[in-house]
């Protein structure tokens, strides 16, 4: 039947099997494969040997899907922060885990507490550690970690914008990869890592500060912790699909590499730009395809192993619909979605409440419902409200006024020659039944 050799794997597994492919044509050894993959020796052998006896499910682990034999109870966790709060509040996990264990005869790791400490938001005393840093050695392979960063410097001189370059280097060789933008943001820095891609391949990991475009500043809310997810930004959220490893560095000098390479185009480049007289933004990109060749030719290094770990585009996936913002959006009634300060009317019957909406690199405007494109379009011109009846003003009666003595109407020359209008005015009687006309 059709269907039945569809095998559902992460990117995380994807990328797994793609490593452990190369080990079984060895490209690479299976040392080198368990360093990459981050497992280790004897894991990988066994890896290999699965995929070699039932093919590409045999990356997906066994125990997918089941609960952990090893899981403490519920009733022990809620005993353990129990006690902590009552008892070892100002005590470290470390000593509070030989405390349960010496008093209470609970035995847990302090690792285990400190994690649950950290799940429930429960304070402890934490000790200081003043920052160490050394010397890190380059990644073996090619497309094993590339460093990225934006570099914000008049790069044009006075001749042109300010903007910005959003550089690439690869940890093992130090190939260098750029673009100028206009800012550093989210946009930019999806269209500059697509381009990287669709020239090299998807790299194993990216390296790269704590940005806002790259780190989500968002606090967990209630539901993330009890789901234990961390909020992602919208880059950390398309690396992810792509099976990229996301590592933030805590400081300028953990990402060396990337900074160095700045410090050296801010001489070498921003004067080659000026030797070419170049004064635009599209002018700089030209350029760079000429530039970054030569400096790879003349400063990048090889790699300790010499296989190439960037990963080929996977077929049927869809970079524009990854490397774009996704925004969720409530569909109204009238099957209408709000979106940006616009107001799109969604074409296709469908029985939701919630859509994706995805705003493209390119400009344009995508909606999904789950992984199906809606037909949509913009309503341009939205109906006029209609305005407010006015209440109602009350307006009173005109008085009557009687007409004056000295009125034409009441002269005898207009009442002869007029006598249809000659008036009459009935007065009350002072007594029952008698009539008084005056003229």
Known sequence: MPGEDTITMAQHELRRLH?????????????????????????????????????????????????????????????????????????????????????????????????????EGIPYKERKKRPHRQWRERKAHYGQMVQMDGSHHAWLEDRGPWCVFMGYIDDATGIPFGRFYTREGTNPAMDSLKRYIMRYGIPQSVYLDNHTTYKSPKKQSIEDELKNEIALSQFERAAEELGIDVIHADSPQAKGRVERLFKTFQDRLVKDLRLEGIKTIDEANMH?????????????????????????????????????????????????????????????????KKLMVEDRLNGSVVIRHKDEALRFKEIKVRPKKEEPKAAYEFKPKRVYEPVPANHPWRSFRFSTQYPQYQQKEKVAPKEKGLLLTVT
């Open 288 to 352: 760079l395809r000429r530039f970054l060749p030569k400096y790879a030719k003349r400063f990048a290094v090889k790699a300790r192993k010499i296989d190439d770990l960037h990963r080929p585009i996977p077929d049927g996936m869809d970079l524009n619909g990854i490397l774009c913002i996704k925004t969720g959006r409530t569909l109204r009634n009238d099957f209408t979605v709000a979106h940006d300060r616009k107001l799109y009317q969604i074409l296709d019957n469908v029985r939701t």
């Open 19 to 119: 490593v452990i492919r190369k080990a079984i044509d060895k490209v690479i050894t299976q040392k080198d494969a368990s360093e990459v993959i981050g497992v280790s020796l004897r894991q990988a052998q066994r890896m290999v040997a699965r995929v070699r006896l039932e093919g590409d499910k045999g990356i997906i682990h066994k125990s997918r899907g089941q609960p952990s034999n090893r899981s403490i109870s519920d009733a022990t966790r809620r005993k353990v922060l129990t006690l902590f709060k009552a008892t070892y509040h100002d005590f470290g996990p470390t000593l509070a885990s030989e405390k349960l264990f010496e008093r209470d005869k609970i035995k847990i790791n302090d690792e285990t507490l400190r994690l649950w400490l950290r799940e």
